[in-house]
C-alpha cells in the first residue's frame, strides 16, 4: 500500500468552515480547496462574498473554487466574472446544468475563451464529461468535477467510469479530473491507481488519514476497547 506522500494525486480540502479550512490549507499534502452553496449554508454563511473575499485574504498559493448560484446562464455569467475577478488562484465552479436540466456548455466555452479558470461540477455521466471537454480551452486551466461518491450512491460502481473519464479528458490537456464526494479513505487510492488527477475530500474523511496502513489486529483490538468502555460508560447491566 502506499503512503499519502507516494500518492500521485492531489488531495483538495471541501468545505467551508474558516478555521477548518484554513487548517487544512496549512498542510503540506493538501494542494487545493473547494466549496459550495451548501457547504456555506451548513455553515452558516449569509454573505458569500465577505466570506469569500476573507478566505482568499489568507489563501493565495493554492487553488480554490467557488461556486455560481444563479439558476439563469445569463446572470450565471455575470456572477462568473464576479467571481473570477477575486484572485489568480481562483476557480469558478459552474453546475453541468441549471435546474431546468438546460446544459452550461455554450457558457463554457464563452468563458473558456476569456480565460476564465473553471471548475464544471455536478457531472455524472461520461456523456457530460465529453460534452464538458469539447467546451473547454485546451490551453486554459479547469477541472471536470465527477461525483464518483453519489454514482456509488446509486449502486454503481465508480471506478470504471472515472477510468474512461480519465482518457475523455487528454482531449484537453489544461483540464484535470476531479474525484467529488468520496464517501471513505479508500476512494483516494482507487482514485490514484485509474490516474485522476485531483479528489476533493472533507474534513470528516482527512481526518482519518493517520489510518493509513494501520495494523488490522491493533485496529480490532481498538474496536474492542472502544465497545467495552462504552458499554462501561453508560453503565449498562443484565
Same mark, same amino acid.
Request: proline share 4%.
Given at each position: 500500500?502506499?503512503?499519502?506522500?507516494?500518492?500521485?494525486?492531489?488531495?483538495?480540502?471541501?468545505?467551508?468552515?474558516?478555521?477548518?479550512?484554513?487548517?487544512?490549507?496549512?498542510?503540506?499534502?493538501?494542494?487545493?480547496?473547494?466549496?459550495?452553496?451548501?457547504?456555506?449554508?451548513?455553515?452558516?454563511?449569509?454573505?458569500?462574498?465577505?466570506?469569500?473575499?476573507?478566505?482568499?485574504?489568507?489563501?493565495? !498559493?493554492? *487553488?480554490?473554487?467557488?461556486? &455560481? /448560484?444563479?439558476?439563469?446562464?445569463? =446572470?450565471?455569467? %455575470?456572477?462568473?466574472?464576479?467571481?473570477?475577478?477575486?484572485?489568480?488562484?481562483?476557480?469558478?465552479?459552474?453546475?453541468?446544468?441549471?435546474?431546468?436540466?438546460?446544459?452550461?456548455?455554450?457558457?463554457?466555452?464563452?468563458?473558456?475563451?476569456?480565460?476564465?479558470?473553471?471548475?464544471?461540477?455536478?457531472?455524472?455521466?461520461?456523456?457530460?464529461?465529453?460534452?464538458?471537454?469539447?467546451?473547454?480551452?485546451? !490551453?486554459? *486551466?479547469?477541472?471536470?468535477? &465527477? /461525483?464518483?461518491?453519489?454514482?456509488? =450512491?446509486?449502486? %454503481?460502481?465508480?471506478?470504471?467510469?472515472?477510468?474512461?473519464?480519465?482518457?475523455?479528458?487528454?482531449?484537453?490537456?489544461?483540464?484535470?479530473?476531479?474525484?467529488?464526494?468520496?464517501?471513505?479513505?479508500?476512494?483516494?487510492?482507487?482514485?490514484?491507481?485509474?490516474?485522476?488527477?485531483?479528489?476533493?475530500?472533507?474534513?470528516?474523511?482527512?481526518?482519518?488519514?493517520?489510518?493509513?496502513?494501520?495494523?488490522? !489486529?491493533?485496529?480490532?483490538?481498538?474496536? &474492542?476497547?472502544?465497545?467495552?468502555?462504552?458499554?462501561?460508560?453508560?453503565?449498562?447491566?443484565?
Amino acid at each position: 500500500m502506499k503512503t499519502v506522500e507516494q500518492l500521485n494525486i492531489k488531495i483538495f480540502a471541501d468545505g467551508a468552515d474558516k478555521e477548518g479550512m484554513l487548517d487544512m490549507y496549512a498542510k503540506p499534502f493538501i494542494k487545493g480547496l473547494t466549496t459550495n452553496p451548501t457547504l456555506m449554508n451548513k455553515a452558516g454563511i449569509r454573505n458569500y462574498k465577505s466570506f469569500a473575499l476573507e478566505i482568499l485574504s489568507e489563501i493565495k !498559493d493554492k *487553488p480554490i473554487s467557488f461556486e &455560481v /448560484f444563479s439558476d439563469d446562464f445569463i =446572470d450565471m455569467e %455575470r456572477q462568473a466574472e464576479v467571481i473570477a475577478s477575486w484572485g489568480d488562484n481562483v476557480y469558478v465552479k459552474l453546475p453541468v446544468t441549471n435546474t431546468k436540466r438546460q446544459t452550461c456548455y455554450a457558457l463554457v466555452e464563452k468563458l473558456a475563451s476569456q480565460k476564465v479558470k473553471l471548475n464544471i461540477t455536478a457531472i455524472m455521466t461520461l456523456a457530460q464529461v465529453r460534452d464538458v471537454v469539447a467546451a473547454l480551452s485546451p !490551453d486554459v *486551466p479547469s477541472y471536470v468535477s &465527477v /461525483f464518483a461518491g453519489r454514482i456509488a =450512491d446509486t449502486a %454503481r460502481d465508480p471506478v470504471p467510469l472515472m477510468a474512461a473519464a480519465v482518457d475523455l479528458l487528454k482531449a484537453s490537456p489544461a483540464a484535470e479530473l476531479i474525484w467529488a464526494s468520496p464517501r471513505e479513505l479508500l476512494n483516494i487510492f482507487q482514485a490514484d491507481a485509474i490516474g485522476c488527477q485531483v479528489i476533493t475530500v472533507t474534513n470528516d474523511i482527512l481526518k482519518k488519514l493517520s489510518l493509513v496502513g494501520y495494523d488490522l !489486529d491493533d485496529y480490532s483490538l481498538d474496536t &474492542v476497547k472502544m465497545f467495552y468502555s462504552d458499554a462501561r460508560a453508560a453503565g449498562f447491566r443484565l
